[in-house]
């Protein structure tokens, strides 16, 4: 057990629809991380939040969006749904803004139809 | 954006043999870590490198960060079937975090008994 939790699990909704993933860091870590992980793509990088203030951003398209909040979980906000958002999402804390190893979360397994 | 490129994608050899993975890039990294990961769970920390030239041990595993910290190895004694998996690296930035964690698209390894 890594100490992050996700939720949901799986997740299947329609194309058009918002869904929002929801992480909990490990305790007393700052950094919470959201990746992407398809077969073809493997980790991408969507975007980084450090005590609440976002620190780094990667691939993120602009249907999705995310945020820290003060108790330092975080949610990953993803809008008009496409069959190609269909992915597992992690999400994965660290103690410092980086440098030190992540800690990731089991996952959240997301299917547009 | 920095890019990880490891070597081999697929590897699959017998129980007891020895392996090494590749972990290669034209940028500089602050830190590297590889990863571990199962299919359906997150990826799970195995080791932080962070001083170029720096061999870090774990039981069988032997990794060790290029004198220029832009490249990895991931050396397997004696491979036992519980090790097969994807093995990820990533790398920290030196810019300040500014791109996140990196990862490649890892090495898939297979020890068959």
């Known amino acids: 057990d890594s100490g992050v939790t996700q939720t949901p699990k799986h997740l299947i909704t329609a194309t058009g629809q918002r869904v929002t993933l929801r992480c909990s860091p490990r305790?007393?870590?700052?950094?919470v991380y959201w990746y992407q992980q398809s077969l073809d793509q493997g980790l991408q990088f969507l975007i980084q939040y450090y005590n609440g203030e976002e620190r780094a951003k990667g691939n993120i398209l602009e249907r999705f969006s995310a945020q820290q909040f003060p108790d330092l979980h975080s949610e990953l906000n993803l809008s008009s749904l496409e069959l190609g958002d269909s992915a597992l999402y992690f999400c994965a804390s660290s103690a410092t803004a980086g440098g030190t190893g992540a800690f990731f979360g089991q996952g959240t397994r997301l299917t547009v139809v | 954006t920095q890019l990880l490129e490891q070597s081999p994608q697929f590897l699959s050899i017998q129980e007891g043999e020895n392996l090494t993975v590749y972990c290669n890039s034209s940028?500089?990294?602050?830190?590297l870590q590889w990863y571990r990961q199962e299919p359906g769970e997150g990826p799970v920390l195995l080791v932080t490198?962070?001083?170029?030239?720096e061999v870090k041990k774990l039981k069988r595993l032997t990794f060790q960060f290029g004198d220029a910290r832009k490249d990895s190895s991931l050396h397997i004694t004696a491979a036992q079937p519980g090790d097969t998996g994807l093995y990820l690296c990533?790398?920290?930035?030196?810019?300040?975090?500014?791109?996140?964690?990196?990862f490649g698209k890892g090495t898939h390894l297979i020890i068959q008994p």
């Open positions: 305790s007393g870590d700052l950094s």
């Open positions: 990533a790398g920290a930035d030196s810019g300040g975090g500014a791109d996140g964690l990196t």
């Open positions: 490198v962070v001083t170029g030239g």
């Open positions: 940028s500089v990294f602050s830190s």
